[in-house]
Structure formats: structure tokens, C-alpha cells
């Protein structure tokens, strides 16, 4: 009998990582992947696994407490890997609802499911989150896993609440569960309402590059396929009612990185040195904008012997191949919906 493990969030950037790497590594595993398919939910980006026999698509918002009980009791979950989330700090600015309705009651509908029709006796309840959870850092020092929780935006508040409604499980009815608690991810698949696939597609179409501020916010960023392979040693290995850091000890400052992205574009376009940066603009800065993330993930490598794979300057090379090579997607993304949240949340600035 193979175990059903439930995968929510998985036709998203990071969640259709995990879900790939699962299916084609566990072949035990039954994966079951459910997603509402809101604006960043795109089944494209998992059309290679729509054949495998060991992979099912369930569309299903996680608020949604009956339909999500009928899937829990069809399927005899063994486990259940969390990641389906509202994931944009700027979307919470504007609209905080909806964080709080899927980051918080959409986590605790869950929680409570597996807690009465799952297989709470052997498997465990993982939930993906996010470094914001501690707030913002100085130029110095770096997040730990005892670092107090600071959150600073709808986004961050929304997933804290969520780490603790999990860590309450735990604690009240002895569910178990782990926490991860990631920096910033880079790689294909990644909706371009985010820093580094928003500015490739703006660079590709020879529009600004709005750059928050002055551009000195720092950000660690993590190769995607990294975050993955640490969720993959976390839900097999993490020790249970434990929390585990993920980062990728690559520290940017957005402006450079940026500065980066465009020399690397004229080489790929066959454009004259400089001519991408000159797109470059400085706008309004976010609301509360966090100046510093970094995480210590010491315990993960220490402990469970992960670190990441792949080199930045490796890793950036690829995930900007992937999205010339993958213009449809790019195309079909930023079509529709995506034209107005550009306009609403750029014009003004
Ligand atoms: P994403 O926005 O790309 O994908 C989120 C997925 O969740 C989408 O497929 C969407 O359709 C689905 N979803 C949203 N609301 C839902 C609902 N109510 N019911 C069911 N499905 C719903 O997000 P991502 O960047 O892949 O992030 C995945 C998880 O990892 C999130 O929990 C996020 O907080 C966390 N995280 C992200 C990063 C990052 O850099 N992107 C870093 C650390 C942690
Ligand atoms: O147009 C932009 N201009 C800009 O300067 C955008 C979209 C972003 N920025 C800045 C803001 C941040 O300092 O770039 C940095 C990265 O921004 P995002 O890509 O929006 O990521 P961030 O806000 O850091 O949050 C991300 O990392 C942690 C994810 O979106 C979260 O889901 C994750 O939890």
C-alpha cells in the first residue's frame, strides 16, 4: 500500500518543486496534490507528472472545512506537507483578508483535519514557512531558530499566526508536527509579481525596473531545488515539535542583485553592456519594508546534514535560462489578471 501523502499549495512555485521531487523519488509514496489555483496556482507547471501513477490533482481551497474533511476521509492521509499560501507582502498591504482567511484559518482547517482523519500515529504534519515570521535584522547578526517572532507585514503576521497554530497542535493534542522556516527562493516557476522573475520579464519587454527605495534592502535568496531537498530531509528526519531554519548564507542587497541580473541579460540578449540597467528606477518603497533577512541554518546542516547544492552565480544562470527558454509561460502569466496588479500597484509609484 503506498502512504498518501498530501501536498497543499502544489501547483505554486515552491509547492510544484516538492511535488516533482516526491513523485519521481518515492514511487511508495501516493502524492496528492491540493490546490484552489488562485492567480499563482498553475497546473502548466506540473504537466510532466500528469501520467505518473503514483501523482492525483485535487482543486480544493483549504477554507473550505467540508470539502477538505470528504478529501481527508477518501483518502486515508499519512501525512501532510503544507505550503499552500496567500505568498505576496505586497498583496497583504492592500488585501490582509485574504491572508488572514488562507495563511491562518486555511492552516488551522488543516491542522484540525489531520488531526481527525489522519494518520496522526506515524506520520506528521509539516508546515512550510517563511524567515519574515522574526521581522527585520540590522547590518549585522543573523535569524536562529530561537530568534522571538517580530512579524512587520499582513503577510509575515498571517504566517506567524499559522507557525503558531502548528506549534499549539503540537503542544494541546500532541499532533506532530515540524516547522521549516525559509529565506527568499529563486528559480523557474515563480510567479513575476516577485523581485527576480518580475524584473527578467520587465528587462525581456524593455520596461522600468522599479526598485523599491533605494534598493538597500538585503535578502538571502536559496535556490529553489535547495528548499526543496531540505523539505525532503525536514519531513523525513526533522525531529518532531522542532523547527528548522533554511537559508542559502547569499546575502544581496537588492540594487546589486538587480545590477546583476542585468549584466547577465545583455549577455543573453545581445544587448550593448549597460543598456539593461539603464531601466532601472527608483520607486515609493513598500510599506514597512523589512531591511534585512539572513538565517542561520547551522542546526538543519548539523543536525539532518543538508546544505544547499548549487552555487549562486549557477543557479541565477539557470533560472534566468528558464524563463527565456519558457516564454509561453511567461507570456500566459503576465496576461489577464496580472496587467491590471501591475498597473494598480506600480503606476502611482
Ligand atoms: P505561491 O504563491 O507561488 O503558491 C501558493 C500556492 O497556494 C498556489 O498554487 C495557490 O493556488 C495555492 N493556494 C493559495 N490559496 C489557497 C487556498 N486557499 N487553498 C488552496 N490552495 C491555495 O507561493 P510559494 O512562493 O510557492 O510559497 C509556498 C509556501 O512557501 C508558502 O507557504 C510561503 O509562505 C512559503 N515560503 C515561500 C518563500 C518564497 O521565497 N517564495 C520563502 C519561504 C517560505
Ligand atoms: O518590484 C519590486 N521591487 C523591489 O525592490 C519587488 C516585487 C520587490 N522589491 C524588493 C522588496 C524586497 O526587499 O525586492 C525584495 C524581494 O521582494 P519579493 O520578491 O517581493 O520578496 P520578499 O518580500 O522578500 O518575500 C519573499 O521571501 C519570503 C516571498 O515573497 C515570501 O513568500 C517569502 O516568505
Not at 49 to 56: G, H
Not at 58 to 79: P, Y
Not at 125 to 151: A, I, M, N, R
Not at 174 to 199: A, R, T
Request: include cysteine; aromatic fraction near 12%.
Amino acid at each position: 500500500m503506498k502512504k498518501n501523502i498530501l501536498v497543499t499549495g502544489g501547483a505554486g512555485f515552491i509547492g510544484s518543486h516538492v511535488v516533482r521531487r516526491f513523485v519521481n523519488r518515492y514511487p511508495d509514496y501516493h502524492i496528492i496534490n491540493l490546490d484552489a489555483l488562485t492567480y499563482a496556482g498553475n497546473l502548466a507547471n506540473l504537466s510532466d507528472l500528469e501520467a505518473s501513477d503514483n501523482y492525483t490533482f485535487r482543486k480544493c481551497d483549504i477554507t473550505n472545512i467540508s470539502e477538505v474533511e470528504t478529501l481527508f476521509k477518501e483518502f486515508k492521509i499519512h501525512s501532510v506537507i503544507h505550503l499552500a499560501a496567500e505568498s505576496h507582502v505586497d498583496r497583504s498591504i492592500t488585501n490582509p483578508i485574504d491572508f488572514v482567511m488562507t495563511n491562518v484559518v486555511g492552516t488551522v482547517v488543516l491542522l484540525n483535519a489531520f488531526k481527525q482523519y489522519g494518520e496522526a500515529v506515524e506520520g506528521r504534519f509539516y508546515h512550510v514557512s517563511t524567515d519574515e515570521v522574526y521581522g527585520t535584522l540590522g547590518d549585522e547578526g543573523k535569524f536562529t531558530e530561537s530568534t522571538p517572532y517580530d512579524p512587520n507585514s499582513p503577510y509575515s503576521a498571517s504566517k506567524a499566526s499559522s507557525d503558531h497554530f502548528v506549534r499549539a497542535y503540537h503542544e494541546t493534542y500532541k499532533l506532530p508536527v515540524v516547522i521549516s522556516n525559509c529565506s527568499n527562493n529563486y528559480g523557474s516557476h515563480q510567479f513575476p509579481e516577485k523581485l527576480i522573475p518580475l524584473m527578467i520579464h520587465n528587462i525581456k519587454n524593455n520596461k522600468p525596473l522599479p526598485v523599491y527605495g533605494k534598493g538597500e534592502n538585503v535578502r538571502d535568496w536559496l535556490w529553489v531545488e535547495d528548499h526543496a531537498s531540505a523539505i525532503d530531509v525536514i519531513f523525513h528526519k526533522g525531529r518532531l515539535g522542532e523547527t528548522y531554519n533554511i537559508g542559502g548564507n547569499n546575502e544581496w542587497k537588492n540594487l546589486d542583485l538587480v545590477h546583476k541580473l542585468c549584466e547577465i541579460m545583455d549577455r543573453k540578449l545581445g544587448r550593448s553592456e549597460g543598456k539593461s540597467a539603464e531601466l532601472i528606477t527608483f520607486v515609493t518603497d513598500r510599506a514597512g519594508h523589512d531591511f534585512r533577512y539572513a538565517i542561520d541554518a547551522s542546526k538543519l546542516e548539523t543536525e539532518l546534514g543538508w546544505s544547499p547544492s548549487v552555487a549562486f552565480d549557477q543557479g541565477f544562470e539557470k533560472t534566468i535560462d528558464w524563463y527565456l527558454e519558457n516564454e509561453v509561460w511567461l507570456e500566459g502569466v503576465t496576461s489577464g489578471a496580472y496587467q491590471s496588479y501591475y498597473s494598480n500597484h506600480y503606476d502611482h509609484r
